[in-house]
């Protein structure tokens, strides 16, 4: 398996835009997270899926941000509009079962890098 | 709520050393604690997994220990190499389904 897949690996985008982030999972994995890295936040969870639904979105900062999991195999992550203090590093992450068990790992893309001007 | 703390944010040491990173966390309820690596410009790849009724896990030159009832769990690195440089961060898993993370510790190690 290729592992969790995100494009675009970077986006540079002005302020006011909308940007949608994607993710591809590791197939079989039943959970999908999506985390957002900042130097001041650390890594912060905005929203995971379980089976495409949506469990938990308290993570999202505002109503500009948006995702949606139509499939198994696919997410997005949207901002609309996009403003400067969203740039950060918008990482995706699966897992087999949610590390709801107390023994199972999260695996994650490479990340996209977003910078907002 | 959980709170995740990583000691020291950077650690620079020359090769062969041992040394020692900590963690902390808050609320010692948790199912499983997760060390991950994260290189430049990379997602983060799990090390090592520590369930709640375990006290220590091991992979090759790694070594992490787990004290729930103090908050506390260390990643050993033994002899280190230049490619252990990394930032290494921490995660509990103290909810059903996710982690917190702490901000991690960039270590550094010359040749």
């Known amino acids: 398996d290729a592992g969790v897949i995100q494009s675009p690996r970077h986006e540079v985008t002005e302020m006011g835009q909308e940007v949608t982030l994607r993710c591809k999972p590791i197939?079989?994995?039943?959970?999908l997270f999506w985390y957002r890295q900042t130097m001041m936040r650390g890594l912060e969870l905005l929203i995971y899926f379980n089976n495409n639904v949506p469990i938990d979105d308290s993570g999202m900062p505002e109503d500009r941000f948006s995702a949606k999991m139509p499939n198994a195999s696919f997410s997005t992550l949207k901002i609309q509009p996009s403003e400067p203090r969203d740039s950060a590093v918008y990482f995706c992450a699966s897992s087999p079962s949610g590390t709801g068990r107390s023994n199972e790992k999260l695996f994650f893309g490479s990340g996209t890098q977003l910078s907002v001007l | 709520k959980q709170e995740v703390t990583q000691i020291p944010a950077a650690l620079s040491v020359p090769e062969g050393e041992n040394l020692v990173l900590n963690c902390s966390f808050t609320d010692s309820a948790i199912y499983n604690l997760q060390w991950f690596r994260q290189d430049p410009g990379k997602g983060l790849t799990s090390l090592l997994l520590?369930?709640?009724?375990?006290r220590e896990q091991t992979s090759g030159r790694l070594n992490a220990s787990l004290d729930k009832s103090s908050g506390r769990s260390t990643l050993y690195i033994a002899a280190s190499q230049p490619g252990d440089s990394a930032t290494y961060l921490c995660?509990?898993?103290?909810?059903?389904?996710?982690?917190?993370f702490g901000k991690g510790t960039m270590l550094l190690v010359s040749p």
């Open positions: 520590i369930q709640s009724s375990q």
């Open positions: 197939s079989g994995h039943d959970y």
């Open positions: 995660a509990a898993h103290s909810g059903y389904s996710t982690l917190t």
